[in-house]
């Protein structure tokens, strides 16, 4: 029997919420919970973009609810995500860091402000200033920092209708990090990923429609692989 939707929050922020239960029974009872509330989420848009930066680098990022309308008119939650195709990077939320390296994808449930960077020195750059631009098609591609270590990385927001998906980010941390690269399923995605980006960089017929759909394998698929590796 599948757990009803608002139980997925408690589901995924503790697992003592099933005491006593093999890891495989859990892990097929929050897998029934995200089906159902994902079939109840309407994600309704997405963008991608390019980035490439040399160490050292940091952009801070404001919160993304500041972009949503360039995402989709109709929403008002924007759910952030990078990944990593080369080189290393860290996350900041708050006073968490959290290191992420080529092959990972992190993704911002809560569209926390945070900084985004490689190495130490460097000035913060306001994202604020370029994000709009990038998002609108205006700029094919985000780069910059100093001339050390290279950093290659797909950025993504997606919307969603904050009262709808509440339940499922209540029980989500700010920064979600998961590894793709190393299976065959990952490497489909990343393909994927590299293969929208550049779709929508050329503004090809059909790109935004397919960045949507994309925007939601990728957010099923980030939140299958971190119940896993609860």
Wanted: glycine share 10%; aromatic share 6%; hydrophobic share 40%.
């Amino acid at each position: 029997m599948s757990a009803p939707p608002d139980s997925a929050s408690r589901l995924i922020a503790a697992p003592e919420y099933l005491p006593g239960r093999p890891a495989r029974a859990y892990t097929a009872r929050i897998m029934d919970a995200l089906s159902s509330l994902l079939r109840a989420v309407k994600l309704s848009g997405a963008m991608f973009f390019d980035a490439c930066y040399g160490a050292p680098w940091q952009i801070l990022s404001p919160s993304s609810r500041v972009f949503s309308g360039l995402v989709a008119e109709s929403s008002n939650h924007i759910i952030e995500f990078h990944l990593i195709t080369e080189g290393r990077a860290y996350v900041r939320v708050g006073d968490e860091t959290t290191p992420i390296d080529a092959g990972d994808i992190v993704m911002l449930p809560h569209g926390d402000p945070h900084h985004l960077g490689n190495g130490v020195g460097a000035e913060p750059v306001d994202a604020s200033n370029s994000l709009p631009a990038l998002l609108r098609g205006e700029i094919k591609r985000s780069s910059g920092g100093g001339g050390g270590e290279p950093t290659r990385l797909m950025c993504g927001y997606l919307a969603c209708e904050s009262r709808l998906i509440q339940p499922l980010l209540a029980g989500l941390p700010r920064v979600l990090r998961v590894r793709i690269r190393g299976d065959a399923s990952g490497e489909w995605l990343e393909n994927m990923i590299r293969h929208t980006v550049g779709l929508v960089a050329d503004a090809s017929p059909g790109s935004e429609a397919i960045a949507g759909h994309l925007a939601e394998v990728l957010f099923a698929e980030v939140l299958r692989r971190y119940v896993l590796q609860l």
